[in-house]
């Protein structure tokens, strides 16, 4: 069976995190993903860690590049070389979608802008992702996902009462725009399918995660809540019998909380009560009863635990994909499924690793050209 999206074609400009998650979905679900990166101008996500056995100066070690990459084929240009835009826009005119996910105004001083991309290709889809979008009163504004968390509010709602902001372990405006940036790009194309006519799609990672956050906030108290809810009670995460072991549970249905105090055999409802009585019980024990007895729990896992999941194994979330340098190695997949349009999930791409098969063999050019271009630097 063929996947949903079989036949889409991606120049995917894009590097380290919000671009190349977007076009992860996209190459897992069958669209051709050509990756434009260059050893000249290294993606960041390349150098991210773990790296495979601790290969740092290997360009095709890193797990993190790995795991946001799948499926995809990898060309090498120098965009810094007129010669590597002349053959990037060769690649713009195959494509339906180009995505990118630079500075502003990086796209504009290196030649392929909106305007050139739609000489090159008048129904052509462009479609960028920054921190703050390419509009408006913010545009230009510089930074990475971290940056979108602090304007975004995330980090004021975050860390305990009476402490200060703290910012989220992660970039997370890095994996929600890009959740925002494909649902916009399949829109796009049905827009182009309908009229002929192509767009510039533009994302922006803090209104991305104000979307996602902003109905917190009517509800927000002056200070920090930690884990407690306005509306759910008991809500909040316990200890339970073991070193460091945590239960998340949540008292919404109704007649869950007089359950939880039946389970546990309290005596009165409070954080301190619920805490002393769990740290006495197995986590996986306790969850099947509380879950049984009406009451939403779950185990707080580690990144082991998410990782050994059997659960998420069960639902095919991690699948096993051979990668020359990491071996044998766990990806995450889409999490849902199609039936009639199934996902595949493929390697990530060594550094050029397709250059001959999409220059020669999709673009048509000369073999003894790409070497010559490869020799001088154009194409590395």
């Known amino acids: ?17 919000a671009g190349p998650r977007a076009t992860k979905d996209l190459a897992d679900n069958g669209a051709l993903v050509v990756k434009i990166e260059s050893a000249k101008r290294l993606d960041l996500g390349r150098m991210s860690p773990p790296f495979a056995r601790g290969e740092r100066k290997n360009h095709d070690a890193s797990a993190f590049f790995a795991q946001t990459n799948t499926s995809k084929k990898s060309v090498t240009i120098n965009l810094s070389d007129p010669r590597g835009i002349e053959v990037a826009k060769k690649l713009v005119a195959w494509a339906d979608v180009v995505v990118e996910n630079f500075g502003p105004g990086f796209m504009d001083r290196i030649g392929l802008s909106w305007e050139v991309l739609q000489e090159v290709k008048p129904d052509i889809i462009l479609a960028s992702v920054s921190v703050a979008g390419k509009t408006g009163p913010m545009a230009g504004f510089r930074g990475y996902g971290n940056a979108a968390a602090a304007m975004s509010g995330h980090a004021d709602m975050t860390g305990w009462p009476g402490s200060e902001p703290h910012m989220p372990p992660l970039a997370y405006g890095d994996v929600v725009a890009p959740m925002m940036l494909t649902a916009a790009i399949l829109s796009a194309l049905e827009h182009r399918d309908r009229t002929g006519k192509g767009c510039h799609v533009d994302v922006s990672q803090i209104e991305a995660m104000v979307h996602v956050a902003g109905d917190l906030f009517a509800e927000m108290p002056a200070d920090k809540p930690a884990n407690h809810d306005p509306l759910i009670a008991p809500h909040g995460v316990f200890p339970v019998a073991g070193e460091d072991a945590w239960i998340a549970i949540a008292c919404e249905a109704r007649g869950s909380a007089e359950a939880l105090v039946s389970e546990l055999g309290l005596d009165e409802i409070s954080d301190e009560a619920i805490a002393a009585a769990t740290r006495l019980r197995d986590g996986k024990d306790l969850v099947q009863a ?20 059997a659960d998420l194994a069960a639902a095919s979330h991690f699948v096993i994909v051979d990668h020359p340098v990491l071996g044998r190695a766990h990806m995450p997949a ?38 010559a271009l490869q020799e001088e630097g154009v194409l590395a």
């Open 334 to 371: 889409p999490p849902y499924q199609l039936p009639l349009t199934p996902w595949h999930v493929g390697p990530a791409p060594c550094l050029g690793e397709h250059n001959r098969e999409i220059f020669v063999d999709t673009l048509g050019m000369a073999a003894e050209d790409l070497a």
């Open 1 to 17: 069976m063929s996947g949903a999206l079989d036949g889409l074609k991606i120049a995917d400009f894009s590097w380290v995190g």
């Open 290 to 309: 509380l879950c049984d007895a009406g009451v939403a729990a779950a185990m707080v896992l580690d990144g082991k635990g998410v990782s050994e999941s």
